[in-house]
């Protein structure tokens, strides 16, 4: 009779699941039926506990409790979400970052600002604004290489998915860390012209250090309506450099958008919180102000 072991889920693909131990060994499961009857999909990233068999297949028995999930694509326990930007060419369309990293802060996943093609553009602005607002932010250059170390560092010991739209330079940056990355990914995109709903492999990567790596599509089709499904009144506590100002507000139910004598409005005026993160927060505060709880998905 083998014993139970506690594995991370790798792997997910035609009904089997690939489970690494903390020893390194890689298992090829199958999931037990009882999931199915308490309502549970074993995801990527899943912390399982599985039962080798003498075949030398084994079976997921367990699922951990999850830290967090995230639905597209389909991933637990991530520690860290790395948003990939280039400074130029495309630049940033800042709305749809600061509601990512909203959306990131809801879920408790930390995300690194990781800043691409500083060789066309000097990236001081863009990093400086998210660095001011409280993120950790990295200047990596795809071409030259330059800054890749720094990034291995920040992947190491965790679980970490790269995003970023296309044309920022992910895929060298992916490349940088493993050329396994552009097999996996490569080809993949003429399939995504079948409409949102089209399922993707999702694979996380080991890679030294005791990082695990996945890929993800961009984040610019994403809506605070089917993520998470943050309310008007909990924005500003997923705005990092906006929330520390909320608890001084002596308004109740103060939308910091508008109102005079308001204490974020007044740290937007001394030049404490950038503007264009302001700006940001005010139109999805407008965004969001309308819907009703149970239309929240
Ligand atoms: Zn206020």
Request: net charge positive.
């Amino acid at each position: 009779m083998n014993d139970r072991q506690t594995g991370r889920i790798i792997k997910a693909t035609g009904g089997f699941y690939y489970v690494r131990t903390s020893h390194g060994r890689a298992f090829t499961c199958r999931a037990k039926g009882l999931f199915r009857n308490r309502n549970i999909t074993p995801l990527v990233g899943d912390l399982a506990e599985i039962l080798p068999g003498l075949d030398g297949e084994a079976t997921v028995v367990e699922i951990l409790p999850r830290r967090n999930a995230t639905v597209r694509p389909p991933l637990a326990n991530l520690d860290q979400m790395v948003l990939v930007l280039s400074v130029v060419d495309p630049a940033p369309n800042l709305l749809v970052v600061d509601r990512f990293l909203a959306l990131l802060e809801k879920q408790d996943i930390q995300p690194l600002v990781v800043i691409t093609k500083s060789d066309l553009a000097d990236p001081a602005d863009l990093a400086k604004l998210y660095k001011k607002a409280g993120f950790p932010v990295l200047i990596v250059c795809g071409e030259t290489g330059n800054g890749i170390s720094a990034l291995m560092d920040a992947l190491s010991g965790k679980v970490s998915a790269f995003s970023g739209n296309s044309g920022v330079g992910k895929s060298s940056l992916l490349n940088l860390l493993d050329p396994r990355f552009a097999v996996a990914t490569g080809g993949t995109s003429k399939k995504l012209g079948r409409g949102k709903h089209t399922t993707r492999h999702v694979e996380l990567f080991p890679l030294p250090g005791d990082a695990l790596v996945a890929d993800t599509p961009g984040f610019s089709s994403m809506s605070i309506t089917e993520m998470g499904g943050i309310g008007k009144d909990e924005l500003a506590a997923c705005f990092r450099d906006l929330a520390p100002y909320t608890e001084k507000c002596r308004f109740v139910n103060c939308s910091h958008t508008c109102e005079k004598g308001c204490a974020v409005l007044e740290a937007l005026a001394r030049g404490e919180i950038d503007p264009r993160r302001h700006q940001s927060y005010t139109l999805l505060y407008n965004e969001v102000k309308d819907i009703k709880p149970w239309e929240q998905k």
